[in-house]
């Protein structure tokens, strides 16, 4: 039975970079998960006997809330809601198995990177049709509902049991339970030649994927130890659990470390890897090479074609503005257009859906392609492999002869996090105002070219988004970047990116710290960071 209820709004649920993402104590306030998804619902149109796809990264939370939303979508019309077994799909898993069985749409349980448990981070983030996240008009209509939502529908009915394959009904809502992996299995078949990278395994190349305790576990185990031949113990952390063991589940220098630490020892593997909370970051490390995302992503654009999915060559290539100018250079020398849109992957879906971009990317450890319209973790790395496999050489040499042939992008981000938040945005108010008087001044031997707020005119809906970061540019092409994160749940976090380029390959081996170091000071003095946040030192150097 079909229940309507009363509640009264909450002021904070706007969500930001990618979904609502707050605290588990947050969500577990009465009705404020019911409230959030009637306000996606009743944004939505014409769903009524459609098929909604369920699913999360395995975190505190993540099955009470399916049981929530199921009742909900059940009570509101949808005919079928899909569901990942035990409740796990990795964002791109969700991402893919929209696009297969042609789903409504699609909701994403997760706060990606954010430790979890009792006291982590939770997070819902509603795709649409494509597979993608939903654009800002519908995530701006949705904040606007859950600010005069009065009642919202849910169905009276017992807990599905989610762990068991099959159906099971809720009202007039068929239920399925579907294996979380076999589906995304099939689709990176199609990509790459598991034959050639099975070949290398066997021939002894070596892996070490660390999937945090969180969602790829099942993925990687079932694709790189059970499709492809690793070593059985290649993936590390391979069970998702609810508070991912303790750790932070970010896929970078801090948080793996030891990774690192592996990589750069003497029993190290031919390559590195790791995911994130959700699956759609990717950390890659060969032998002794760390990979920059920003690197990653060129490199893997310059290279697509190797592998099956992609031989026809890459249509175009887009990053977020804050990602590194890498790509361009070889955007620029294939030929083929290269966009710079704002920090957040749903900029990115317009552009695959329109044909007009093959692979996209982000300083933020994120790369994918127009098979979904996330960024994949495991795909990234699929990539890698298929790339490795068929250059048969290391990712240093790879590495080193793409910076030879398009010069190098010394890039580094520095975060201040959970700064105080009204320090925060006082600092980014400052810079954005000093910003005409900026150009044109010296800083030593640094001339400021140019100053700006980014905005972005979406070339294919025509929408515009301004206030996307501070740009200073320099004349020999170095350039800061700030910006407030949108994703953080405490305070502000003040994010600086970094970025030189060097085209002499005889100065491309300086450690990226030392060859910024004059960018950095200088990031500090043009912000007043310290007088602003209170800190001397960023929390965290990726
Ligand atoms: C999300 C978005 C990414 C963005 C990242 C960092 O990733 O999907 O597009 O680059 O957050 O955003 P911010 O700098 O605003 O914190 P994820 O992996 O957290 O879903």
Redesign the pocket.
């Known amino acids: 039975m079909a229940k309507e209820i009363a509640t009264t709004p909450y002021t904070d649920q706007r969500p930001?970079?990618?979904?609502l993402r707050k605290k588990v104590p947050v969500f577990q306030q009465r009705h404020y998960v019911e409230n959030f998804v009637q306000s996606i619902f009743d944004c939505l149109e014409d769903y009524q006997g459609q098929t909604l796809v369920v699913g999360g990264d395995g975190r505190y939370y993540n099955r009470e809330a399916i049981q929530t939303i199921l009742k909900i979508a059940a009570a509101n019309g949808f005919g079928r809601a899909v569901v990942g077994r035990g409740g796990i799909l990795s964002?791109p898993a969700v991402s893919a198995l929209i696009r297969s069985i042609k789903a409504f749409g699609g909701i994403v349980l997760?706060?990606?990177?954010?430790p979890g448990g009792p006291d982590g981070d939770f997070g819902i983030k509603y795709n649409v049709a494509n597979g993608g996240?939903a654009p800002e008009k519908v995530t701006d209509a949705i904040y606007a509902r859950t600010r005069e939502i009065a009642s919202f529908k849910i169905e009276e009915a017992p807990d599905v049991d989610i762990d068991a394959l099959g159906a099971a009904q809720i009202g007039a809502m068929r239920v399925e339970i579907v294996d979380s992996v076999e589906n995304y299995a099939a689709l990176m078949q199609t990509l790459f030649d598991f034959d050639r990278i099975r070949d290398a395994f066997r021939a002894g190349f070596t892996i070490k994927f660390d999937a945090m305790s969180a969602v790829t576990g099942p993925y990687a185990s079932a694709i790189l130890e059970g499709m492809l031949g690793a070593a059985p113990g290649s993936v590390m952390h391979g069970e998702p659990l609810p508070d991912f063991g303790g750790h932070h589940p970010d896929p970078n220098l801090v948080h793996a470390a030891h990774l690192y630490d592996l990589a750069m020892s003497a029993k190290a593997p031919d390559l590195c890897a790791a995911s994130?909370g959700?699956g759609?970051?990717n950390l890659i490390i060969g032998r002794n090479r760390f990979v920059t995302p920003s690197d990653s992503l060129a490199i893997l654009a310059a290279n697509a074609h190797l592998a099956p999915g992609y031989k026809n060559g890459v249509a175009g290539i887009a990053r977020?503005m804050?990602t590194s100018a890498a790509a361009d250079r070889v955007a620029e020398k294939l030929g083929i257009g290269i966009y710079e849109t704002p920090?957040?992957?749903?900029?990115f879906g317009n552009l695959l859906d329109a044909g007009l971009v093959t692979i996209c990317g982000?300083?933020?450890?994120?790369t994918g392609s127009n098979h979904v319209r996330?960024?994949d973790g495991l795909w990234a790395v699929l990539l890698w492999l298929d790339v490795l496999a068929a250059r048969k050489q290391s990712v240093d040499a790879i590495v080193r002869e793409h910076w030879a042939t398009y010069g190098r992008n010394y890039y580094s981000r520095h975060d201040y996090e959970e700064v105080e938040a009204d320090g925060a945005n006082a600092l980014i108010k400052t810079l954005r105002d000093g910003l005409p008087s900026l150009k044109g001044k010296t800083f030593g031997a640094l001339e400021v070219r140019d100053a700006d707020d980014f905005a972005y005119h979406d070339p294919v809906d025509g929408s515009d988004s301004r206030n996307q970061g501070v740009r200073v540019m320099f004349a020999d092409g170095s350039r800061i970047v700030y910006?407030?994160?949108?994703?953080?749940t405490a305070g502000a976090?003040l994010?600086v990116y970094i970025e030189r380029y060097e085209a002499d390959p005889a100065r491309q081996f300086v450690e990226t710290q030392a060859a910024l170091a004059d960018l950095v000071a200088l990031s500090r003095e043009i912000a007043g960071i310290e007088r602003f946040t209170k800190r001397n030192a960023p929390s965290v150097i990726t």
């Open positions: 930001g970079t990618s979904g964002t997760s706060a990606s990177h954010n996240p994130d959700d759609d970051r977020s804050p920090t957040g992957w749903k900029f982000e300083e933020s450890a994120g996330e960024k910006r407030l994160s949108g994703t953080g976090t994010r």
